[in-house]
């Protein structure tokens, strides 16, 4: 069965850096888009970052343009996001998802919490 | 960008039938997904492409698209079906969520 599991979650302070990373089993991960998409407390869904099977094909939303990295290793059949210059509003829970296409998630992980603080 | 408005909260009682509505402009060109999210917990999609199942989900949750409003009906409440729902669909290059909407069982 699919399954997504996220790690590196943690308090950091603001304007540091944190990497999150989502191991993948029960599916051929390189035939598929993978996104991350998070939860503020008592928020909605916000997908931050999607990425194409190959890699090749990024989006990054505005929220987190030029601050965050998505990135995938098909061989260790993973999923990363690099978080540089947090902001307290960065504070979530964040989910990595697989992509169905054109565009709808089937599959979640359980969410990795980062929060943002001094 | 594309906005999907949904109504904060809807209340049924148990075993009426909840409907859920989630507006956008000409969103009945799109196509719309549904997503139960409990307490503590990811998200679970329950209808994706306006109608259509994930294996698993019951026969009670159904959807509808057109126009302007996107549906998701749950008929047959329970307090199991008590949860946090969003709709969402996808916009050119960008995955737009509505707001949610927590269903309450009274």
């Known amino acids: 069965q699919v399954q997504l599991v996220e790690s590196g979650g943690g308090l950091v302070k603001p304007g540091g850096s944190l990497r999150l990373s989502c191991a993948a089993s029960?599916?051929?991960?390189?035939?598929?888009?993978m996104s991350w998409i998070r939860q503020a407390p008592g928020k909605g869904l916000e997908c931050i970052s999607y990425?194409?099977?190959?890699?090749?094909?990024?989006y990054d939303a505005d929220s987190v343009k030029g601050r965050f990295t998505i990135s995938r290793d098909n061989a260790k059949k993973s999923l990363y996001l690099q978080m540089n210059s947090l902001r307290a509003e960065d504070t979530a829970v964040y989910y990595c998802?697989?992509?169905?296409?054109?565009?709808?998630?089937?599959?979640w992980g359980q969410g990795t919490l980062v929060t943002v603080s001094s | 960008s594309y906005v999907l408005t949904q109504p904060p909260s809807v209340s049924v009682a148990p075993g009426k039938t909840a409907r859920i509505t989630c507006g956008g402009d000409?969103?009945?060109?799109?196509?719309v997904h549904w997503y139960q999210q409990k307490p503590g917990q990811a998200p679970v999609l329950v209808l994706y492409?306006?109608?259509a199942r994930p294996s698993g989900i019951p026969e009670r949750f159904s959807g509808s698209n057109s126009g302007n409003t996107a549906t998701l009906t749950i008929s047959r409440v329970g307090a199991g079906d008590e949860a946090d729902y969003y709709c969402?669909?996808?916009?050119?290059?960008?995955?737009?969520f509505g707001g949610g909407t927590k269903l309450t069982v009274l």
């Open positions: 998802a697989r992509v169905s296409r054109p565009v709808w998630f089937a599959y």
């Open positions: 029960g599916f051929t991960f390189s035939d598929y888009y």
């Open positions: 990425i194409s099977s190959s890699g090749s094909t990024i």
């Open positions: 000409n969103i009945g060109s799109n196509s």
């Open positions: 492409s306006d109608t």
């Open positions: 969402q669909v996808w916009d050119r290059i960008t995955v737009v």
